[in-house]
């Protein structure tokens, strides 16, 4: 699915409302989903694994929409990095600004979670309805809390082999959750994937996941 070209970036600099966070938008042409990222705790938007990954989904159809979820003021207070809720606001507001761009209106739409991130996936998406995959690298579902049974999008939790404790703080996360579910296990990997190969298999089961749930009704055209 290489070589898929990539519409001008008229949307690539955007700015998420209401605070005007900076992000990347970028949609190929007849992209079937877009995947919105929610990177983790001391990461932007620049984070090189999550750029990574995205440039691999837009090669295989996927619209990518990486932004900041917290102002430079708001990553000063220690607190609001671990505020899932506030994260979570701030994906669902990104969600909604989404739906009104002519390049991904009416595309289904999937989250990628990293670190905390993946939590605020969860809660973002134990709250609508309208996130059709959620992908989670190295996340801390735990942090989800009470939102796991209400999640309904089909979970794909993603963790390194040797990410020992937060292995189990995703099994145990796994089994509150109601909705369709895998976890997956990358052997010898640990928490930031940076083992030689690790990352591409992480990619490999993220696009299986997203191109298998991102289709059907909802695409657009």
Request: net charge neutral; charged share 20%.
């Amino acid at each position: 699915m290489a070589g898929r070209s990539v519409r001008p970036s008229t949307h690539d600099d955007v700015r998420i409302p209401p605070l005007g966070l900076p992000g990347s938008l970028l949609i190929p042409a007849n992209a079937t989903g877009v995947v919105v990222f929610a990177h983790g705790s001391g990461s932007s938007r620049f984070s090189p694994r999550n750029q990574y990954v995205a440039k691999a989904l837009r090669e295989a159809g996927l619209g990518t929409l990486l932004f900041d979820l917290l102002s430079e003021e708001e990553e000063a207070v220690r607190a609001h990095v671990f505020d899932i809720d506030l994260l979570a606001d701030r994906l669902s507001a990104a969600t909604a600004w989404l739906a009104k761009q002519p390049d991904a209106a009416g595309l289904p739409v999937g989250l990628f979670g990293a670190s905390t991130g993946a939590a605020a996936a969860l809660v973002a998406a134990a709250r609508a309805d309208i996130y059709r995959a959620v992908v989670s690298r190295g996340g801390r579902p735990d942090l989800a809390g009470d939102a796991l049974p209400l999640v309904a999008a089909p979970t794909l939790l993603i963790v390194g082999g040797h990410d020992y404790e937060v292995l189990d703080l995703n099994r145990e996360a796994l089994a509150r959750m109601k909705c369709p579910k895998e976890l997956s296990v990358v052997p010898g990997a640990t928490h930031l994937f940076e083992e030689a190969g690790a990352l591409d298999i992480v990619i490999d089961l993220a696009r299986a996941w997203f191109l298998r749930h991102l289709t059907g009704p909802g695409k657009k055209g």
